[in-house]
């Protein structure tokens, strides 16, 4: 009996090893989470990103791969870093990663104000799909784009006129663009100007309100890794920012409560966005926050790119003689140069897709979010992460661009690349449902203002310094900044 039973269970034990085989292969099995550098406990990998972190997540896509994740403190991060990793993050998987991440610094981080904000809306839902719509159609349509053309030129031109008058003394050249962009978006918004170029003889209430704020929106904040603690605020910027934003919400409650008690100046002035919100039926509230939103990512962005260009030209002579080459043709007899040249002035625009390649103002973009979890290159990215596209890694990777390190405009002529969300080697103002919305302003005004620098003015640096001693240093932040700013001394071309 004893035999009998040892040989009825011996083939059973045979067949275990089958049977888990088999159930195993029947069971999904979820791809892994992608690799990455050590991570500490409590810390993760805070400590290794220094003050420049889009240099130290290009230096780990070399260790670990296009798609890597990292922890900062209690917080999952998965970052892209190739064109291929672009693609699926914004593109194959651009429904399940187009949450966004929304710091704690940002007043739109409560329920309230979320749900009213354009860029940092929690998710693509109907609000936002209604906010994009609105702003396509009454700001960046082609239509509305081409009524605008005599402000832009009309702020350009007011930014010559304070740069004659200070012929051969400093110009911060991030000033002088910053109030223009400024004052271009305010009058197209609002009908009139907020920003002073002349900061040093203004009270400059808006230049330093909306510095100040960018300044602390740049900080690292403790409530971003540790989400637990940020009912404590323990750094004091939430404090500090909300404060400063609420300043900068009573300059636009002010001018909405005028408007619609029907105080409208002059009433030959053209109907502008803030008439269209007040006639749909938009509370104070919402117009506040899509005004602020409007005017701080517009300007921010569009000023740096000014600035970062301008200092290529002048570090590059070569380039320079070029774009002047160029306008003299295309604006033979023209004083004024116009919004009309510009798609003439081929190496010109050029020269600005080749600092965004080099020179990306957001070099993360803004943070997406995991709205499920979903599979990305065989890894899985679980529900509510972070995720990130390197586009600073991307548009100086050899892969794609031949001496990446080179300014060299050349590059981008007699070329389709574009950067309009197609060409995933070289997306500056992001793809799929999250790109930019400002893209069709900002091609048109970044090239007006750099070209009418170029157009009026000679540009030295101050000092005697020779172009060989301008630094480039990077500054990482909200936007990736020079950490020096570009001060050039103009002398007034004479007609």
């Known amino acids: 009996m004893a ?77 892209g870093s190739s064109q291929a990793a672009a693609m699926e993050i914004l593109k194959t998987h651009d429904r399940i990663l187009s949450g966004r991440y929304v710091p704690h610094m940002a007043p739109t981080k409560s329920p309230e104000l979320n749900k009213l904000s354009l860029g940092w809306i929690a998710e693509c839902n109907d609000r936002w799909k209604y906010l994009r719509t609105i702003c396509k159609t009454k700001l960046f349509s082609s239509k ?57 003889n203004a009270d400059g209430e808006m230049n330093s309100l909306l510095e100040r704020i960018l300044e602390l929106a740049s900080t690292p904040n403790i409530s971003d890794f540790y989400p637990i603690l940020a009912i404590f605020d323990l750094q004091g910027l939430q404090k500090k920012i909300m404060g400063l934003h609420e300043r900068y919400f009573s300059i636009c409650e002010a001018i909405v409560e005028e408007r619609r008690q029907g105080k409208r100046g002059d009433a030959s002035r053209k109907r502008d966005f803030l008439d269209t919100l007040i006639d749909n039926g938009s509370r104070n509230d919402q117009i506040n926050v899509l005004l602020v939103e409007l005017l701080s990512a517009g300007t921010d962005t ?23 080459e160029e306008i003299a043709m295309k604006v033979t007899q023209d004083i004024v140069l116009k919004e009309s040249h510009i798609p003439q002035l081929t190496y010109l625009q050029a020269c600005v897709k080749e600092t965004l390649r080099l020179h990306p103002t957001g070099p993360f973009l803004l943070p997406h979010r995991a709205i499920d979890t979903c599979q990305v290159m065989n890894h899985t990215i679980p529900k509510n992460t972070q995720v990130l596209v390197n586009i600073w890694a991307i548009g100086r990777d050899p892969k794609y661009w031949e001496d990446p390190l080179v300014f060299k405009p050349e590059r981008f002529i007699n070329s389709n690349l574009d950067f309009k969300g197609n060409d995933f080697e070289f997306i500056p103002f992001g793809s799929g449902r999250r790109i930019c919305p400002g893209l069709p302003m900002a091609i048109k005004q970044v090239p007006l203002i750099v070209a009418s620098l170029i157009h009026f003015f000679d540009w030295s640096l101050p000092d005697g310094k020779d172009t060989t001693d301008l630094d480039m240093t990077e500054k990482y932040g909200l936007t990736l900044r020079m950490q020096q700013p570009l001060l050039l001394i103009p002398k007034v071309k004479r007609v």
């Open 302 to 324: 569009s000023s740096t790119t000014i600035e970062w260009t301008m200092a290529e030209l002048i570090k590059n002579p070569k380039c320079m003689k070029k774009v002047l």
């Open 3 to 79: 035999t009998e039973g040892s040989n009825l269970f011996f083939p059973v034990i045979l067949l275990l090893p089958l049977l888990c085989l088999i159930l195993k292969h029947l069971k999904p099995s979820t791809p892994p989470i992608p690799p990455g550098p050590f991570s500490w406990p409590i810390l993760g990998n805070i400590l290794q990103l220094g003050n420049r972190p889009h240099v130290v997540l290009t230096q780990f896509a070399q260790i670990y791969g296009p798609l890597f994740s990292l922890r900062l403190g209690t917080q999952l991060v998965v970052v």
């Open 144 to 200: 509305a784009l081409e009524s605008q053309a005599c402000k832009r030129e009309e702020k350009v031109m007011d930014m010559v006129g304070f740069i004659k008058k200070m012929e051969r003394k400093k110009v911060k050249i991030r000033d002088v663009a910053m109030a223009t962009v400024f004052n271009t978006l305010s009058r197209i918004l609002v009908s009139r100007d907020l920003m002073s170029l002349d900061q040093e």
